[in-house]
């Protein structure tokens, strides 16, 4: 596998072009034989020329925690330089970063990243400034480094701290000490922090972010801040406050949350400086009249973060009053505390508190695809906005914008779900060319594997497995002997190591060609497979499936129907229900072939296919087949009516001529002139 420059986590050009100068410079420094090596080259080509030079290949990890820390190139040059002394070669494609992201993040770009390196045989060594870098907790690093580095017979290296997994007997030893040192820093710089925010907040300066009805004001004479800008504090915004003011005396007088903040919205209301819609959320409306800062009390230190093991994240635990610094100031009062007593008692009966233990429930089909619904009336051409679960249990689901929705509708999810799976068990069956189109694409691929080719692949896992021996024989040598004696084993471990990765990559070049021969599928193999796929479908709509059969069934939902489903809301003149559909492109072929062999198998782009996601009233629901039998069959409007009574339709010509102008209606195009009786001679009677 090559990883592009592009790819999730790369480097950013900037640092590409930096890299490899300090990686060449370091090389010309420690007397590193560099003929032939070409920093322009492609990166293939790099990497069969380090394998020749016989040097180990590294990806390296860097990560830093706040937008203030700029630390990245300065992590990434120390492990380079490092990397240089030692005879590895870092390609800028591996260097994997993660921006302004903490530590106790589990689901990292970067990290994704460099695990997958690692696992596709791309490097044989990862490289951090810090053990921390990879998670705040040491034991997680320490995790990470035995399961995705030693395990797989792969090295580690700590630049900075001096652990290399090579020295089997301390580096475990080493990352438990380093660990502890660095909690206890970690918590003695809180500690400073915090104590010098206290002193700040005493003298009424400002201390992070304000929140909605105040703004910031320079302090004339005062020194600057950490970061070079004016010190300030803080004052109420006027505009703001009279909109708080005129909202409070709203919602006593009656008026709803929901109404409160749509009406905040329309009059462009604030939004807190963090927020990163851009605008008021309705949580944070509501948030806004708890806010004791209304009354001119600031607090301090009320609650504190603490991080949590074994929920892995952190949450705020609220601090008893003699930890809280409180300062008092009627400048900054914008409600009366009459005002706000009586604002908390009228939101205390709309507090739900907190939820009892939720009962353990199947999962289904239906909530796993909820996220592939998308608003078409919202979206954006780059920018798709998806549905999300809502209602009473979840039943439903609903745009992601809510009550910002052009066409607010909320769709049952198990009901649109199993018209999605009926409709693809209907396509599948009535598809007669499928069967024929995915005999064809199999037999294409029925290439019988070389006899040449798969000697080569027996040689090549020989070669492995006698310099995976090879490796561990020298590790247990590392540590004995003269200081030359060390040095000739490190030699010949490092050397082992760069021929087993070249002929891991060109075993895995073999490789993958012939795992995608299959044996040509019969008509009968097809039939089955389609019967297969049909029974799935339907069998998960239904709900019969458990946690494990369901994944099956969401894969095969998520091919056929390419993962996107559009919903169209359709508000009608009158009437307060909407009609609902959802409109996708099928991919019949890819999806059956996925199932019957290891790769893709290529279809052309189908048509749009339009379900109803809920019942549509009952001339809607026969428009499709007015129009049918109409436009296409040239029927009259009688003819159509007694064409529709044999099919179960109790219609007259009046409701196929509704029927028909509804079709046109419903697809934004104008009802096209018809001749009398559709140019048919009247019966005589």
């Known amino acids: 596998m090559i990883f592009r420059l592009c790819d999730a986590g790369a480097a950013n050009l900037e640092l590409v072009t930096k890299a490899h100068g300090w990686w060449h410079s370091a090389a010309i420094k420690n007397n590193v034989n560099l003929e032939g090596f070409d920093p322009d080259a492609a990166y293939g080509d790099r990497i069969a020329w380090a394998l020749q030079a016989q040097l180990l290949v590294a990806t390296i990890y860097s990560r830093y925690s706040s937008k203030l820390q700029h630390s990245t190139d300065d992590q990434v040059r120390e492990c380079i330089e490092w990397a240089a002394r030692h005879g590895i070669y870092v390609p800028p494609e591996l260097i994997c970063i993660d921006e302004a992201v903490k530590g106790k993040s589990v689901r990292r770009e970067g990290l994704e990243r460099m695990k997958q390196i ?37 090295r580690a290296v700590s630049v900075s701290q001096g ?24 918590d003695g710089i809180a500690d400073h922090v915090r104590a010098g925010l206290t002193g700040l907040h005493q003298k009424g300066w400002t201390t992070g972010a304000i929140g909605v009805g105040f703004r910031r004001k320079e302090l004339p004479g005062g020194p600057i801040t950490n970061r070079g800008l004016p010190r300030t504090v803080p004052e109420i915004d006027p505009e703001a406050a009279e909109l ?26 604030p939004c807190d400086p963090r927020s990163t819609l851009g605008r008021m959320s309705y949580n944070a409306y509501r948030r806004l009249w708890g806010n004791v ?12 973060n603490q991080f949590f093991t074994k929920l892995d994240y952190v949450r705020q635990i609220e601090q008893p009053d003699s930890s809280v610094s409180t300062f008092v100031h009627d400048d900054l009062r914008i409600l009366d505390d009459e005002t706000f007593l009586a604002l908390q008692a009228w939101l205390q009966p709309l507090k739900t508190g907190p939820r ?31 549905y999300y679960q809502t209602g009473a249990n979840g039943k439903a689901m609903q745009c992601k914008k809510g009550d910002l929705c052009i066409i607010k509708s909320a769709v049952n999810r198990e009901k649109a779900v199993r018209a999605i799976c009926e409709k693809l068990a209907e396509l599948i069956g009535r598809d007669a060319d499928l069967i024929e189109q995915t005999i064809c694409r199999s037999r294409e691929r029925n290439v019988q594997g070389d006899g040449d080719v798969q000697r080569e692949i027996l040689a090549l896992e020989n070669a492995v497995r006698t310099h995976t021996r090879r490796i561990n024989d020298l590790y247990d040598l590392v540590g004995s002997g003269s200081d030359e004696d060390r040095k000739e084993v490190r030699s010949q471990l490092h050397s082992a190591q ?20 299959v044996a040509a599928l019969t008509s009968d193999d097809i039939r089955r497979i389609l019967k297969e796929t049909t029974t799935l479908l339907l069998d998960a709509a239904a709900g019969k499936f458990g946690d494990e059969a369901v994944y099956k069934a969401l894969a095969v939902f998520r091919r056929l129907t390419g993962g996107r489903i559009w919903v169209h809301v359709e508000r009608r003149k009158g009437r307060k229900r909407t009609n609902v559909r959802g409109v996708f492109t099928p991919h019949l072929i890819r999806a059956v072939g996925n199932q019957a062999e290891p790769t893709d198998v290529h279809e052309p782009a189908g048509e749009e296919v339009s379900v109803w996601l809920r019942e549509p009233p009952r001339m809607d629901a026969i428009a499709e087949r007015v129009h049918e039998l109409i436009d296409l069959e040239r029927l009259s409007h ?29 697809n934004g195009q104008t009802p096209p002139p018809l001749p009398y009786n559709n140019g048919h001679r009247r019966k005589p009677a």
Request: glycine share 6%.
């Open 244 to 269: 708080i003011r005129k909202h409070a005396r709203l919602h006593l007088d009656g008026m709803s949350l929901k109404e409160g903040w749509r009406r905040w919205l329309a009059e462009g209301g």
């Open 356 to 386: 009892g233990p939720r009962k353990q429930t199947q999962l289904q089909l239906w909530d796993l695809t909820t996220e592939m619904f998308h608003c078409v009336h919202c979206s954006q051409p780059d920018v798709p906005v998806r």
């Open 118 to 154: 690692l696992r596709t045989g791309n490097a044989s060594v990862l490289l951090v400034f810090k053990v921390s870098r990879l998670f705040r907790q040491a034991f997680k690093g320490f995790q990470l480094i035995q399961e995705e580095v030693v395990e797989q017979n792969l």
């Open 293 to 304: 800062r209304l009354t001119g009390r600031w607090e301090f230190g009320r609650k504190r």
């Open 638 to 666: 009688r003819d159509t009516a007694k064409r529709l009574w044999k099919e179960g339709h109790n219609v007259n010509s009046g409701n196929v001529w509704y029927s028909y102008r509804r079709w046109y209606e419903m």
């Open 498 to 517: 760069a021929k087993r990765s070249a002929a891991q990559l060109k075993l895995t070049a073999l490789k993958k060609p012939n795992d995608e021969l």
């Open 163 to 186: 652990i290399d997994t090579n020295d089997t007997k301390t580096w475990k030893l080493q990352i438990q000490i380093h660990g502890i040192m660095d909690d206890a820093l970690l």
